[in-house]
């Protein structure tokens, strides 16, 4: 079975500092990765997705995530975060062919001044 | 304009009454999904659908019903509503290309 561990329940960042979100999954087989973002009282957006070629993808808003196989991560980062970044942040995993997704419990990221 | 619409926004509702949770797409998505947050939880898999007046269970379809009476349209029903579904649910669609849609959820309050 699948599943998603994201160790850091809270994380607290200062305006204009780099930030590394945590993910580990467990997979049979290499997944489809995702990080979703959802900002207060809002639905889970998608940021980036993985399956294959460069470990490293690019999302939306200054995102990026790296692949590890052999760490069995996908953290998630950003070089300089924006008080406006400040949501829960949730990865995910699904088998490809299999539409059923599985998530992680979310890391909760406050922006401080 | 939204693409996936859940309505109520918010509810609340006795324990042992009924409750109907609704979805609308305009994505024109095949698969459906219903998902139930809870804190330190995430989401977890309540119901999906990928094809109209057909529904699959989930990982926590105890307690739960859904229906899609249509390529638009699927509910969630809580038959006999307790506390222990407190939760806010989303709906979700995915239309082939591995992402996910999610609608700005519902908040159900059992008292």
């Known amino acids: 079975a699948q599943s998603v561990t994201q160790p850091d329940a809270r994380v607290t960042v200062s305006e204009g500092a780099s930030l590394q979100l945590r993910c580990k999954y467990s997979s049979s087989v290499t997944p489809y990765l995702f990080w979703y973002v959802q900002y207060p009282r809002q639905g889970l957006q998608l940021l980036l997705k993985y399956y294959s070629g460069d470990p490293v993808v690019q999302g939306v808003n200054g995102f990026e995530a790296e692949f590890s196989k052999s760490n069995s991560s996908f953290h998630l980062r950003k070089a300089s975060v924006h008080w406006s970044d400040s949501a829960v942040y949730f990865c995910?995993?699904?088998?490809?062919?299999?539409?059923?997704?599985?998530f992680g419990a979310g890391t909760r990221l406050k922006v401080i001044a | 304009e939204a693409a996936v619409t859940q309505s109520p926004r918010s509810k609340v509702a006795v324990t042992g009454g009924k409750v109907t949770l609704s979805c609308h797409q305009t994505?024109?998505?095949?698969?459906m999904y219903w998902y139930r947050q809870d804190t330190g939880h995430g989401l977890r898999l309540i119901h999906y659908s990928y094809v109209a007046d057909s529904t699959e269970k989930g990982d926590i379809p105890d307690g739960y019903k859904a229906s899609r009476p249509s390529q638009e349209n699927f509910s969630l029903i809580l038959e006999l509503a307790s506390l222990s579904q407190t939760a806010v649910y989303f709906c979700?669609?995915?239309?082939?290309?591995?992402?996910?849609?999610f609608g700005a959820g519902t908040r159900l309050s059992v008292l």
């Open positions: 994505n024109n998505h095949d698969y």
């Open positions: 979700a669609t995915e239309g082939g290309q591995n992402t996910l849609y």
């Open positions: 995910a995993v699904s088998r490809t062919g299999n539409y059923k997704y599985v």
